[in-house]
């Protein structure tokens, strides 16, 4: 069993820049890929990005690659996800997950979740 926190969202303009973090419950964190995914008011759950259980295999959707950064620190059971040169359509709750394997790109393969962490990004 692996509970999730995030925190981090915020109110933030256009170009500016956010850090999430997603702190998980348990011993077994380490062997856990996690991923972030988002959800827009009247709009599915998408991916956003992931990362295995080390850190050295990572994977991002077109739409926030080269702006937003995954990272996690097996030490502190915490994952980020950076965000830079935010725009507004990235407006969204930001939730982060948790599965054994690395690289699912769709939120029904994860098994743990998190509540969740609006982020508003203002034009």
């Known amino acids: 069993q692996v509970q999730l926190v995030e925190s981090g969202g915020g109110l933030v303009q256009a170009g500016g820049s956010l850090r999430l973090s997603c702190a998980a419950s348990?011993?077994?964190?380490?062997?856990?890929?996690m991923g972030w995914f988002r959800q827009a008011p009247g709009k599915e759950r998408e991916f956003v990005a992931a990362?295995?259980?080390?850190?050295?295999?990572?994977r991002y959707a077109s739409s926030v690659k080269g702006r937003f950064t995954i990272s996690r620190d097996n030490a502190k059971n915490t994952v980020y996800l950076q965000m830079n040169s935010l725009k507004p359509e990235d407006t969204a709750v930001y939730y982060c997950?948790?599965?054994?394997?690395?690289?699912?790109?769709?939120?029904?393969?994860?098994?743990?979740w998190g509540q969740g962490t609006q982020v508003t990004v203002s034009s």
């Open positions: 997950a948790a599965d054994r394997f690395f690289g699912y790109v769709t939120a029904e393969e994860y098994d743990y």
């Open positions: 990362i295995n259980w080390s850190g050295g295999g990572t």
């Open positions: 348990g011993r077994t964190f380490s062997s856990y890929a």
